[in-house]
């Protein structure tokens, strides 16, 4: 059985850090590109940051020079650092597991953990 789940969210004032934790089981993780995405009220969810199974990382223009994802393939946990937080971070943030191994493409979700960024 597959388990995502996240962990870290809660209440932080602007300009303040938070540090999200992901531990998956179930999977091969390290065969897995990671991945954090975040839906705020009203609005779809978007990708935040991806890392893949070598450690590439991608990252939304909006978060670039504030986030940093990474991950501990001996533990199957993937972490997203955020530093210098914005009112427009607050969001329920995902983390995202998935595998393209053609044809196929498995993916993950993780129940998403609330971010609320607020003074």
């Known amino acids: 059985q597959v388990q995502v789940v996240e962990s870290g969210g809660g209440l932080v004032q602007p300009g303040g850090s938070l540090r999200l934790s992901c531990a998956a089981s179930?999977?091969?993780?390290?065969?897995?590109?990671m991945g954090w995405y975040r839906q705020a009220p009203g609005k779809q969810r978007e990708l935040v940051a991806t890392?893949?199974?070598?450690?590439?990382?991608n990252y939304a223009d909006s978060v670039k020079g504030r986030f940093t994802i990474s991950r501990d393939n001996t533990k199957n946990a993937v972490y997203l650092q955020m530093n210098s937080l914005k009112p427009e971070d607050t969001a329920v943030y995902y983390c995202?597991?998935?595998?393209?191994?053609?044809?196929?493409?498995?993916?993950?979700w993780g129940q998403g953990t609330q971010v609320t960024v607020s003074s």
């Open positions: 890392i893949t199974n070598r450690g590439t990382t």
């Open positions: 995202n597991a998935v595998l393209e191994s053609s044809p196929y493409k498995y993916m993950h």
């Open positions: 179930g999977i091969i993780f390290n065969a897995y590109t």
